[in-house]
């Protein structure tokens, strides 16, 4: 990494970020904001000492939850994105039930996940699974559906099969959109977690929020908000490293 790539890449988020508290402490001082609307970054930050230990242990118990959900919508999107994307007749056929199912709430879907399933971590999963797998599945099959044909007729003049355009054509051209979807749905993945927890749960962070806001404890919300932010930036930086690993030969005209 050169001088102006750490520059743009580390030093200014940092200096943004840090600017950014600094605003938020200054106007929190300044204007005599009350705790229990807004509170300082200075108490937020003395929250997450105090309450480190049921915060650490339930952030372990949403990243976990988060990460196996986001694992199976992985596999299952990939999966049924090639299934998709294999011909344009099941492309058209299934997208709308797709789009249909996505429209659907998932905090609507977490009761009757529940009455399942029961409380605990299982909802949880399933929730971040239901509402990251969507994103992965659009893009695999876009980028599978949108192969050129005169590439296919090429191809099959060849003698290549459906299968070897799907295998040395079709799945490598996909996989910009394929890790351009996974840092998509690793933040809905979260959003998943954590709105099932709030519903019903026994652990995690949005049950941890959850009883801060009944107590007024105002200072762990946030808390739980900052420990969030920081486990999703991450895990995006996380999944945009292997992107770069596996699909850097995209990207190479960028970069010059």
């Given amino acids: 990494m050169d001088r102006d790539e750490f520059m743009v890449k580390v030093v200014s988020p940092a200096a943004f970020t840090i600017g950014l508290f600094l605003v938020w402490e200054t106007a929190c001082r300044l204007f005599s904001i009350p705790l229990t609307i807004l509170p300082a970054p200075t108490v937020i930050f003395a929250a997450l000492v105090e309450f480190r230990d049921p915060i650490i242990s339930n952030s372990w118990v949403t990243l976990w939850t988060t990460l196996v959900g986001f694992a199976l919508a992985t596999v299952f999107g990939l999966l049924l994105g090639i299934a998709v994307g294999w011909h344009k ?35 949880a999963i399933l929730t971040a699974f239901l509402i990251s797998f969507f994103p992965i599945v659009v893009n695999v099959a876009t980028g599978l559906a ?6 296919e007729d090429v191809l099959r003049a060849l003698g290549a099969s459906k299968l070897d355009i799907m295998r040395k054509v079709g799945i490598p051209r996909s996989l910009p ?35 801060a806001q009944a107590a007024f404890q105002v200072q762990i919300v946030f808390a739980g908000l900052l420990v969030l932010a920081v486990l999703g930036i991450l895990l995006y930086i996380g999944t945009a490293l292997i992107e770069k690993r596996f699909t850097g030969w995209a990207f190479r005209g960028q970069n010059r």
């Fill in 177 to 211: 959109y394929f890790f351009g979807s996974l840092k998509v749905a690793i933040t809905l993945a979260f959003v998943g977690a954590v709105v099932s927890e709030t519903v019903g749960a026994n652990k995690g962070i949005g049950k941890l929020m959850l009883d």
């Fill in 146 to 151: 949108t192969t050129e044909p005169e590439l």
């Fill in 89 to 123: 007749a099941i492309y058209a056929g299934v997208y709308p039930l797709l789009v249909g199912f996505n429209s659907i709430p998932k905090v609507a879907v977490v009761p009757v996940l529940i009455l399942w399933f029961g409380l605990g971590e299982i909802p």
